[in-house]
């Protein structure tokens, strides 16, 4: 009898240390929940109503519950209702966690949309993290998950990391999980974001996916054609073919304008048209144009009226409007860039606090282990001095079956104890991890190089080639100084060079910021974009071709290149005098 209690005491320690998964087999779950998941993908409205009707205490068991919190938040992004809080999805990561690899599936989901919540509360790196996650939990043949998982990293890279790139890889390999189901309805939106990621860069590439996105969405008759038409009208605008971008355009504004998510088609109409010398099809255009909704229309709005000032002969109309356009330009910059620093400010002081709650955990996480031992060993103590008082009257055979079984239940929670332990470090240091990665880059961004005013080549200005190889072969670190004078004396050069333009420039566009002028004369100094990239501190090449694009096509209002725009500089000069 005694020995029978000393078992069971250790089978109540292994019960509390231990948390359980409700069985080793595969299990069923409430009808109610499997219907609702079933509803999920095409009716999540219906699917949500099914899921709140059920409240959690009317569930009898925890994997049931747990089913419950993850397809609620599944329901509740689906149906676009936007996220407060991630208890519900903890719940259902944490248990499903335990059950790998019985609920697999599941805990991919969990995963997939702990990073969709994660990233609707305004923590992209966290996102990130889940979202690799799922990706690294999910079956090999688990292909829509994959598929869905890869198209939320897509998207997460780009609207929040702006690293297009690395968009298209993952997008295009959602699109390969995608065409493995034959999934039209995912397949859809994943040709039609690759062609507007591709979008003027690549513009074979972008029609052919964008072209690929709208003959599925006219085989089901989606309304999806018209947003990857007006799109397509784009591409086609800014590589000039402006016939193929005033027909879609104009197909988009009388059969689908209702339908398309922005109102760029009407732009794209009116300066087509202007392009082909249509000028009372342009105004009537404009004419029809919604009032504008945001600064985004309101900048197009302003930059078609100020073309057709220009086709009017009309300057001062252009310049009103050409100033009007600029100014939205600075509110959407100004507003991406707080958004940008608001998220990175929340998201690190978010990670030190996870930090310090988790190193709180772990030191709680070690008493317990520890005072679990100490049960366990005072259990061991009872024991044996239970089974040397049954010495006596218990014969060898029963005395070495009885250790034998002792031996086999401590080892089992010690085992069990061991993994419980380094699972936790595990988790802590993931955690620790990335906020150490918060940390470098926050010092990185802090981190200044050497100041290089000494340097013998910036005391000449001319020529200016052999300044910048000189500072390119001497400092190697991303965040160069350059002086003030140095800056002054590649203007003056650049001046003389060219009659005046980086007068000129600063004095007709007040809108440039001052490391845009440096980077526009550095532009007409002919430094290559290597070199640039370390001037400016810009992280590599692509993001130097990327802000020269947006200061010519964007900030100065020009269709041409810079190599256009010098030559026609230098003519007007040149007539002047």
């Known amino acids: 009898m005694r020995h029978l209690l000393g078992i069971l005491l250790v089978l109540a320690v292994l019960g509390a240390v231990v948390p359980g998964c409700g069985g080793g087999r595969e299990r069923a779950y409430d009808g109610r929940l499997a219907a609702a998941d079933s509803l999920l993908r095409d009716e999540p409205d219906s699917a949500l109503a099914i899921i709140t009707a059920l409240p959690t205490d009317c569930l009898a068991t925890e994997h049931d519950r747990a089913y419950r919190d993850l397809l609620l938040t599944q329901a509740r992004y689906r149906a676009y209702v936007t996220a407060t809080s991630d208890s519900d999805i903890n719940r259902a990561v944490a248990y499903f966690a335990d059950c790998r690899p019985l609920d697999r599936e599941k805990l991919t989901r969990a995963y997939i949309y702990k990073g969709a919540v994660m990233d609707e509360l305004g923590h992209p790196d966290s996102a990130m993290l889940y979202y690799k996650h799922a990706e690294a939990t999910a ?9 869905y998982v890869n198209m939320r990293i897509a998207t997460l890279y780009q609207d929040q990391f702006s690293l297009d790139t690395t968009a298209i890889t993952y997008k295009r390999q959602a ?15 994943c040709y039609g974001d690759l062609g507007g990621l591709y979008g003027i860069n690549n513009s074979d590439s972008a029609e052919f996916f964008l072209k690929q996105a709208i003959d599925l969405a006219q085989k089901i008759n989606s309304p999806k054609q018209y947003t990857y038409k007006t799109v397509l009208a784009g591409v086609h605008f800014y590589q000039k073919e402006y016939r193929q971008s005033k027909s879609l355009a104009i197909e988009v504004l009388n059969n689908g304008a209702e339908y398309s998510k922005d109102k760029q088609f009407y732009f794209y109409a009116a300066l087509s048209y202007l392009r082909l010398d249509h000028l009372d099809s342009a105004k009537y255009i404009l004419e029809s144009m919604p009032i504008p909704r945001d600064a985004i229309d309101s900048m197009n709005f302003f930059q078609v009226k100020a073309e057709i000032a220009t086709s009017e002969n009309n300057p001062i109309a252009y310049a ?13 910059l100004n507003k991406k860039q707080d958004d940008k620093l608001k998220i990175a400010e929340i998201d690190f002081v978010r990670a030190q606090a996870e930090n310090s709650e988790l190193e709180m955990s772990h030191s709680n996480h070690h008493l317990f282990i520890a005072l679990s031992i100490a049960l366990i060993l005072l259990i061991l103590l009872i024991i044996l001095a239970i089974r040397l008082r049954g010495i006596i009257n218990k014969n060898l055979e029963d005395r070495k079956a009885v250790e034998q079984s002792l031996i086999t239940t401590i080892n089992d929670l010690e085992d069990k104890l061991h993994h419980s332990f380094e699972k936790q470090e595990s988790v802590s240091q993931l955690v620790g991890y990335r906020v150490e990665a918060l940390n470098e880059l926050f010092d990185t961004i ?3 190089t050497n100041d290089v005013n000494n340097h013998d080549s910036v005391r000449s200005i001319i020529p200016l080639s052999s300044v910048i190889m000189g500072l390119s072969n001497t400092y190697h670190l991303l965040n160069i100084q350059l002086s003030d004078s140095f800056w002054e004396k590649l203007k003056l050069s650049v001046d003389g060079e060219y009659k005046g333009v980086a007068t000129f420039i600063e004095r007709e566009y007040p809108n440039l910021t001052l490391k845009e002028k440096r980077l526009f004369n550095l532009l007409c100094a002919n430094v290559s974009p290597q070199i640039i990239k370390l001037c400016m501190n810009y992280t590599n090449v692509k993001s130097v071709s990327n802000r020269i694009n947006f200061i010519i096509k964007k900030k100065m209002g020009l269709t041409m290149s810079l190599e256009e725009f010098l030559e026609y500089y230098m003519k007007n000069q040149e007539n002047t005098l």
């Open 446 to 448: 802090k981190f200044k």
């Open 175 to 189: 699109v390969s999980y995608f065409e493995r189901l034959n999934d039209t309805n995912y397949l859809i939106p």
């Open 139 to 147: 079956a090999p043949d688990d292909y829509f998950n994959l598929g």
């Open 320 to 332: 009103a409007n050409m100033s009007k356009s600029r100014d939205m330009q600075v509110k959407i």
